[in-house]
């Protein structure tokens, strides 16, 4: 497959797991090349996930489409091997972001105003490439679960979890 088809299959991909759920058959066993820790493919580098007291800090979002329309994004402290999980974030669709109460609406963030502000940038992509794919996430809402932030706290797991509304 070419780039362009590789692009265009991503793009697809994201929106497929926007719209449609996963479903397989009832019992059947899922085997270990298809388990929940496959395809992690969406490659996205993004700043200001980490607060105001690092907003030039890379989040690197490793994402993928799961069920209910639902994608998922891991998001590292950066692309090494070995590199620490130090947040992930939900994204979801207008509709489902509309079922939400005002108080759960509050700690999520509107990508078609995020994506810009945090200069994200989708590595090993042509620009035109990422910009098909990123058009294709700004009519997303995300929410960020942050674990702790590696350089305020020395990379070491500490500290209160919580949701941060990049800005």
């Not at 090349?33 to 989040?59: C, M, S, Y």
């Not at 990123?134 to 020395?154: C, E, F, H, Q, R």
């Amino acid at each position: 497959m070419n780039k362009f088809g590789a692009v265009a299959a991503l793009v697809a991909a994201f929106a497929a797991g926007l719209a449609v759920p996963r479903i397989g058959p009832a019992g059947a066993a899922t085997p270990a090349q298809t388990g929940p820790a496959q395809e992690w493919t969406l490659h996205v580098d993004a700043e200001k996930h980490f607060g105001d007291a690092n907003p030039t800090e890379i989040a690197h979002h490793w994402c993928k489409p799961v069920s209910n329309g639902v994608t998922e994004c891991q998001i590292y402290s950066s692309d090494a091997a070995d590199a620490q999980l130090v947040a992930v974030e939900t994204i979801v669709a207008p509709a489902m972001y509309k079922s939400f109460p005002a108080s759960e609406q509050a700690m999520w963030h509107y990508h078609k105003d995020e994506i810009p502000r945090v200069n994200a940038t989708l590595p090993g992509m042509s620009p035109a490439q990422a910009k098909k794919v990123l058009d294709s996430m700004s009519d997303t809402y995300g929410k960020v679960w942050l674990l702790y932030d590696p350089i305020a706290t020395n990379n070491m797991p500490v500290g209160q979890p919580s949701v941060v509304v990049p800005k």
